[in-house]
Protein backbone atom coordinates (compact mmCIF):
# COMPACT_ATOMS: atom_id res chain seq x y z
CA UNK A 1 0.00 0.00 0.00
CA UNK A 2 0.61 3.62 0.12
CA UNK A 3 2.55 5.30 3.01
CA UNK A 4 4.32 8.68 3.50
CA UNK A 5 7.41 8.93 6.22
CA UNK A 6 8.33 12.50 8.01
CA UNK A 7 10.95 13.49 10.53
CA UNK A 8 9.54 13.77 13.54
CA UNK A 9 9.52 17.30 14.86
CA UNK A 10 9.52 19.74 16.10
CA UNK A 11 12.74 21.46 14.09
CA UNK A 12 14.08 24.01 15.75
CA UNK A 13 15.92 26.50 13.73
CA UNK A 14 17.58 29.88 13.71
CA UNK A 15 16.77 32.42 11.28
CA UNK A 16 18.62 32.44 8.38
CA UNK A 17 19.50 28.74 8.82
CA UNK A 18 18.74 25.95 6.24
CA UNK A 19 16.00 23.93 6.30
CA UNK A 20 15.71 19.91 5.53
CA UNK A 21 12.53 18.14 6.10
CA UNK A 22 12.95 14.59 5.36
CA UNK A 23 10.22 12.67 3.77
CA UNK A 24 10.47 8.87 1.92
CA UNK A 25 7.31 7.63 0.29
CA UNK A 26 6.21 3.84 -0.22
CA UNK A 27 3.55 3.69 -3.17
CA UNK A 28 3.01 1.58 -6.34
CA UNK A 29 3.01 3.53 -9.79
CA UNK A 30 4.10 6.86 -10.74
CA UNK A 31 2.16 8.96 -7.62
CA UNK A 32 2.71 12.94 -7.35
CA UNK A 33 4.27 14.19 -4.49
CA UNK A 34 3.22 17.21 -2.87
CA UNK A 35 3.96 19.75 0.06
CA UNK A 36 1.71 21.35 2.06
CA UNK A 37 2.02 23.75 4.40
CA UNK A 38 -0.56 24.45 7.74
CA UNK A 39 0.10 28.01 9.18
CA UNK A 40 -1.31 28.42 12.98
CA UNK A 41 -5.50 28.66 13.34
CA UNK A 42 -5.32 27.72 9.32
CA UNK A 43 -6.11 24.92 7.04
CA UNK A 44 -3.48 23.56 4.91
CA UNK A 45 -2.19 25.29 1.69
CA UNK A 46 -0.51 24.04 -1.20
CA UNK A 47 3.13 24.97 -0.95
CA UNK A 48 5.24 22.84 -3.84
CA UNK A 49 4.26 19.87 -5.84
CA UNK A 50 6.31 17.20 -8.47
CA UNK A 51 4.45 15.02 -11.11
CA UNK A 52 7.38 12.88 -11.97
CA UNK A 53 10.64 11.31 -11.33
CA UNK A 54 13.63 14.25 -11.13
CA UNK A 55 11.02 16.82 -11.28
CA UNK A 56 11.54 19.73 -8.62
CA UNK A 57 9.01 21.33 -7.29
CA UNK A 58 9.48 25.20 -5.72
CA UNK A 59 7.56 28.24 -4.33
CA UNK A 60 8.45 30.76 -1.79
CA UNK A 61 12.24 29.83 -1.58
CA UNK A 62 11.42 26.40 -0.80
CA UNK A 63 12.07 23.41 -3.08
CA UNK A 64 12.15 19.51 -3.42
CA UNK A 65 13.04 17.23 -6.11
CA UNK A 66 11.44 14.03 -6.95
CA UNK A 67 13.59 10.97 -6.52
CA UNK A 68 12.57 7.74 -7.56
CA UNK A 69 15.75 5.86 -6.67
CA UNK A 70 15.24 6.81 -3.49
CA UNK A 71 11.98 7.09 -2.63
CA UNK A 72 12.42 10.89 -1.21
CA UNK A 73 10.94 13.92 -1.97
CA UNK A 74 12.97 16.69 0.86
CA UNK A 75 11.86 19.48 1.27
CA UNK A 76 14.64 22.19 1.31
CA UNK A 77 14.94 26.00 2.28
CA UNK A 78 18.30 27.91 2.11
CA UNK A 79 17.57 30.97 4.73
CA UNK A 80 14.33 30.20 6.93
CA UNK A 81 12.32 33.19 8.11
CA UNK A 82 9.96 33.25 11.31
CA UNK A 83 7.22 33.36 9.33
CA UNK A 84 7.83 30.14 8.06
CA UNK A 85 7.18 28.46 11.65
CA UNK A 86 4.48 25.91 10.61
CA UNK A 87 3.57 22.23 10.27
CA UNK A 88 4.52 20.80 7.32
CA UNK A 89 3.02 17.67 5.61
CA UNK A 90 4.29 15.28 2.56
CA UNK A 91 2.00 13.77 0.99
CA UNK A 92 1.53 11.52 -2.15
CA UNK A 93 -1.42 10.50 -5.07
CA UNK A 94 -2.92 7.43 -4.55
CA UNK A 95 -3.33 5.28 -8.13
CA UNK A 96 -6.69 6.26 -8.66
CA UNK A 97 -8.61 8.62 -10.29
CA UNK A 98 -10.10 10.35 -7.28
CA UNK A 99 -7.55 12.76 -6.12
CA UNK A 100 -6.91 10.84 -2.92
CA UNK A 101 -3.82 12.01 -1.31
CA UNK A 102 -1.97 9.88 1.53
CA UNK A 103 -0.14 12.00 4.40
CA UNK A 104 2.50 11.73 6.51
CA UNK A 105 2.29 12.56 10.13
CA UNK A 106 3.70 16.26 9.77
CA UNK A 107 6.84 18.01 11.05
CA UNK A 108 6.12 21.12 13.39
CA UNK A 109 9.10 23.85 12.41
CA UNK A 110 9.27 26.64 14.93
CA UNK A 111 11.87 29.46 13.54
CA UNK A 112 13.08 31.78 16.26
CA UNK A 113 14.35 35.36 15.59
CA UNK B 1 -10.04 34.22 -4.35
CA UNK B 2 -10.69 30.16 -3.95
CA UNK B 3 -12.78 29.01 -0.68
CA UNK B 4 -13.68 26.36 1.18
CA UNK B 5 -15.91 27.38 4.40
CA UNK B 6 -16.38 25.49 7.58
CA UNK B 7 -19.58 26.05 9.99
CA UNK B 8 -17.75 26.07 13.36
CA UNK B 9 -14.34 26.63 13.93
CA UNK B 10 -14.99 25.14 17.32
CA UNK B 11 -17.68 22.83 18.38
CA UNK B 12 -18.28 21.22 22.18
CA UNK B 13 -20.48 18.13 22.17
CA UNK B 14 -21.84 15.76 24.44
CA UNK B 15 -21.03 11.70 24.40
CA UNK B 16 -24.08 9.85 22.11
CA UNK B 17 -24.82 13.57 20.39
CA UNK B 18 -25.40 13.54 16.84
CA UNK B 19 -23.23 15.89 15.40
CA UNK B 20 -22.90 17.66 11.65
CA UNK B 21 -20.04 19.31 10.27
CA UNK B 22 -20.68 21.21 7.29
CA UNK B 23 -18.29 22.13 4.45
CA UNK B 24 -18.98 24.33 1.43
CA UNK B 25 -16.73 25.44 -1.30
CA UNK B 26 -17.25 27.62 -3.81
CA UNK B 27 -15.08 25.94 -6.93
CA UNK B 28 -17.78 24.04 -8.76
CA UNK B 29 -14.92 21.65 -7.40
CA UNK B 30 -15.95 17.82 -8.15
CA UNK B 31 -14.30 15.84 -5.65
CA UNK B 32 -14.62 16.64 -1.80
CA UNK B 33 -13.19 15.31 1.27
CA UNK B 34 -13.33 14.66 5.26
CA UNK B 35 -10.12 13.92 6.89
CA UNK B 36 -9.40 14.12 10.53
CA UNK B 37 -5.85 15.31 11.84
CA UNK B 38 -4.71 14.26 15.36
CA UNK B 39 -0.82 15.32 16.66
CA UNK B 40 1.95 12.94 14.88
CA UNK B 41 -1.07 10.86 12.39
CA UNK B 42 -0.76 13.18 9.77
CA UNK B 43 -4.54 13.93 7.87
CA UNK B 44 -6.53 10.22 7.61
CA UNK B 45 -8.91 10.51 4.59
CA UNK B 46 -12.59 9.53 6.55
CA UNK B 47 -14.97 10.07 3.45
CA UNK B 48 -14.36 11.16 0.06
CA UNK B 49 -17.31 12.49 -2.79
CA UNK B 50 -16.73 12.82 -6.27
CA UNK B 51 -20.47 13.53 -7.77
CA UNK B 52 -23.46 14.44 -5.79
CA UNK B 53 -25.07 11.48 -4.15
CA UNK B 54 -21.81 9.90 -4.78
CA UNK B 55 -19.18 8.77 -1.73
CA UNK B 56 -16.32 6.27 -1.16
CA UNK B 57 -15.13 5.07 2.16
CA UNK B 58 -11.44 6.54 3.05
CA UNK B 59 -9.47 4.80 5.75
CA UNK B 60 -11.46 5.85 8.83
CA UNK B 61 -15.35 5.66 7.84
CA UNK B 62 -15.92 3.74 10.92
CA UNK B 63 -18.42 5.78 13.21
CA UNK B 64 -19.15 8.52 10.25
CA UNK B 65 -21.43 9.04 7.50
CA UNK B 66 -21.58 11.74 4.82
CA UNK B 67 -24.24 13.13 2.77
CA UNK B 68 -23.78 15.90 -0.72
CA UNK B 69 -27.10 16.72 -2.02
CA UNK B 70 -25.51 19.71 -3.88
CA UNK B 71 -22.33 20.03 -5.64
CA UNK B 72 -21.26 22.70 -3.70
CA UNK B 73 -21.63 21.12 -0.11
CA UNK B 74 -20.45 17.89 1.36
CA UNK B 75 -21.72 17.05 5.09
CA UNK B 76 -20.07 15.02 8.01
CA UNK B 77 -22.21 13.24 10.32
CA UNK B 78 -21.16 11.76 13.49
CA UNK B 79 -24.32 9.36 14.23
CA UNK B 80 -23.50 9.01 18.01
CA UNK B 81 -20.28 11.05 18.99
CA UNK B 82 -17.92 9.25 21.50
CA UNK B 83 -14.68 10.46 23.09
CA UNK B 84 -12.07 9.11 20.67
CA UNK B 85 -13.62 11.55 18.32
CA UNK B 86 -12.43 14.20 19.61
CA UNK B 87 -10.18 15.80 16.90
CA UNK B 88 -9.60 18.55 14.60
CA UNK B 89 -12.07 17.90 11.12
CA UNK B 90 -10.74 19.41 7.99
CA UNK B 91 -12.63 19.80 4.60
CA UNK B 92 -10.99 19.36 1.07
CA UNK B 93 -12.21 19.83 -2.29
CA UNK B 94 -10.59 19.40 -5.66
CA UNK B 95 -10.90 18.63 -9.46
CA UNK B 96 -11.26 15.16 -10.08
CA UNK B 97 -7.71 13.84 -11.34
CA UNK B 98 -4.74 13.15 -9.51
CA UNK B 99 -2.51 16.04 -10.31
CA UNK B 100 -4.46 18.80 -8.78
CA UNK B 101 -4.71 20.13 -5.43
CA UNK B 102 -6.51 20.16 -2.90
CA UNK B 103 -8.31 23.11 -1.16
CA UNK B 104 -8.69 23.24 2.29
CA UNK B 105 -11.00 24.91 4.77
CA UNK B 106 -9.63 26.45 8.05
CA UNK B 107 -11.28 23.13 9.96
CA UNK B 108 -13.58 22.45 13.04
CA UNK B 109 -12.00 21.19 15.96
CA UNK B 110 -14.23 19.18 17.73
CA UNK B 111 -14.63 17.89 21.86
CA UNK B 112 -16.76 15.19 22.55
CA UNK B 113 -16.89 15.22 26.55
Not at chain 1, 63 to 85: C, I, M, N, P, W
Request: some cysteine.
Amino acid sequence: GNSVTQMEGPVTLSEEAFLTINCTYTATGYPSLFWYVQYPGEGLQLLLKATKADDKGSNKGFEATYRKETTSFHLEKGSVQVSDSAVYFCALSRNNAGNMLTFGGGTRLMVKP
Amino acid sequence: DVKVTQSSRYLVKRTGEKVFLECVQDMDHENMFWYRQDPGLGLRLIYFSYDVKMKEKGDIPEGYSVSREKKERFSLILESASTNQTSMYLCASSLPTGRNEQYFGPGTRLTVT
